[in-house]
């Protein structure tokens, strides 16, 4: 395994990337327009309470208001993995009327990023990450990342970190804690300095927002090329390149106070080609935009984003396979779940996602299917839960989203269809034309009539619709013109009166 980070710094966007034996799996991009809110906290003003959602809205200074539902005002559960039910129990119990009310103020984090037409997604449960932990100030307990397999480190990771936060327990700051994965094997003097760190950040957060007004941003999270350092270099990362000598006297600044052992790794791009041309990485985004990706075998998938869900389809393609068709179908089957599990994350799609996988016959397939899809998932550091298999081959499975993805980022609806990805035909066109004639002639006097739009509808009407348009001048008792307009979209046309 050969992991790498490129890091390209633009005057108004950074973006990072990993990199997994060259290949690209996954992207971030940050904005000076637009930056991520995800972690930020925010001192907010409740606006509106909804009894019927259980929700509330609060003014954070966004140009929408942002969404906290009961189940993030509730005391965090003691354990963040194994107690997620129980905390959903207590939010069906629970009234936010007796939570909050309008004009309360209160402390809050983002969680999501606004989506669409939806304002950010908030909780009262701040956590504040470091290199090796989360501190938690309203938890209690210590967690440990599930990633940490081995059952004697996590124990050792857990007594350090319980110890140490019984010592700044008893200097007055309470909290509970998660032991991130980068911290495997790490020793309890980083440990100790990391929680250190946690807690002043805390006192200096908490004295903040007991000075500003609601509607203030009162913590922002690290700038995309530190943050990366924080989250993503791990030790099978082999080096982290960049190509700005201001970011990378920053990354080396960071690393030299919070990541010594990993200084060395952090390396100025200074050739002449831009980082990520020389890496394939503009090629791989580019692709990431299209909706048909090939596997190697000859196949391909076709991604489809919508607003309730995204749909993946698998097709075998020009992939014949040298035994038989159940094989075959097998074997691009188990290509596409690898192309699948990478797309997901190079595209940053979440929500409900179905996958339209070729149906195949044998129940051993099947499940074998499954279990490369879960083994291909398991490096996404995103939450992902699949289901099994139905009668018509889908698998539906979900995965956390909590920022835009890269099509909703990078790009817009088309303009002329509207996002719709389809735009009418000229004959479609040429029939919408030939109602309007009629309805203009019929309500207005004049000497001609005039019809402009686009090239390929004027064509349209005077190669295949020229016996129309014939018969229709003689109907009407007016000539007809016709002019080609190059700014008009397809289905675009006016008829005018001359």
């Not at 200074?270 to 503009?282: A, C, N, S």
């Not at 006097?445 to 739009?453: F, G, I, Q």
Request: charged share 25%.
């Amino acid at each position: 395994m050969s992991i790498e980070i490129l890091v390209n710094a633009a005057p108004r966007e950074t973006r990072a990337a990993l990199l997994d034996n060259g290949s690209l799996q996954e992207l971030f991009i940050e904005r000076a327009s637009r930056r991520g809110l995800v972690s930020n906290i925010y001192k907010g003003r409740v606006s509106r309470v909804l009894p019927g959602m259980q929700a509330a809205f609060l003014e954070i200074g966004l140009a929408r208001t942002a969404f906290l539902h009961v189940a993030d005002i509730l005391g965090p559960p003691p354990d963040p993995v194994n107690d997620a039910q129980e905390q959903r129990d207590a939010s069906h119990e629970a009234d936010i009327r007796t939570l909050v009310r309008e004009g309360d103020e209160l402390l809050v984090q983002v969680v999501k990023d606004p989506l669409g037409t939806k304002g950010a997604r908030l909780s009262t449960h701040v956590s504040l990450p470091s290199r090796y932990l989360v501190y938690m100030p309203r938890g209690s307990r210590v967690g440990v990342s599930a990633r940490i397999e081995s059952e004697a480190e996590r124990n050792r990771l857990r007594e350090l970190v319980s110890t140490l936060g019984a010592h700044h327990g008893s200097n007055g700051t309470q909290g509970g804690y998660i032991v991130r994965t980068a911290a495997l094997g790490a020793p309890l003097e980083a440990l100790h300095a990391d929680m250190t760190y946690l807690h002043r950040l805390w006192t200096h957060v908490r004295e903040r927002s007991l000075s500003m007004p609601a509607g203030s941003l009162v913590h922002e999270d690290l700038p995309l090329s530190v943050r990366v350092l924080r989250d993503e270099l791990k030790p099978e990362v082999r080096r982290v390149l960049v190509d700005s000598p201001a970011e990378f006297a920053r990354m080396q600044e960071f690393t030299r106070s919070f990541m010594p052992d990993y200084q060395d790794r952090v390396e100025l791009h200074q050739g002449p080609r831009p980082i990520f041309d020389l890496h394939g990485v503009e090629e791989e985004v580019t692709r990431a935009l299209d909706a048909r990706v090939a596997l190697k075998s000859g196949g391909y998938i076709v991604i489809q984003q919508t607003e309730a869900m995204t749909t993946v389809d698998v097709n075998t393609g020009g992939y014949v396979g040298h035994r038989n068709l159940e094989e075959t179908i097998f074997r691009t089957n188990l290509e596409a779940a690898v192309t699948i599990a990478r797309q997901l994350r190079v595209r940053n799609l979440g929500g409900i996602i179905v996958l339209d996988f070729i149906d195949m016959q044998e129940p051993d397939h099947r499940q074998a299917l499954l279990d490369a899809l879960q083994a291909a998932l398991a490096s996404d550091r995103a939450q992902t839960h699949i289901a099994s298999v139905s009668p018509l081959g889908l698998v539906e499975m979900t995965r956390k989203r909590t920022r835009e993805s890269l099509e909703h980022l990078l790009c817009a609806p088309c303009p002329q269809c509207q996002g719709r990805g389809f735009v009418r035909t000229p004959e479609t066109v040429s029939h919408e034309i030939f109602r309007e004639l009629m309805r203009q002639s019929r309500q207005f006097h004049s000497e001609e009539l005039v019809v402009l739009a686009h090239q390929d509808v004027v064509s349209w009407l005077q190669d295949e619709e020229a016996p129309v348009l014939a018969e229709l001048e003689t109907q009407l008792g007016r000539p007809i013109r016709l002019q080609a307009e190059p700014l008009y979209g397809i289905d675009q046309y006016d008829v005018v009166l001359a």
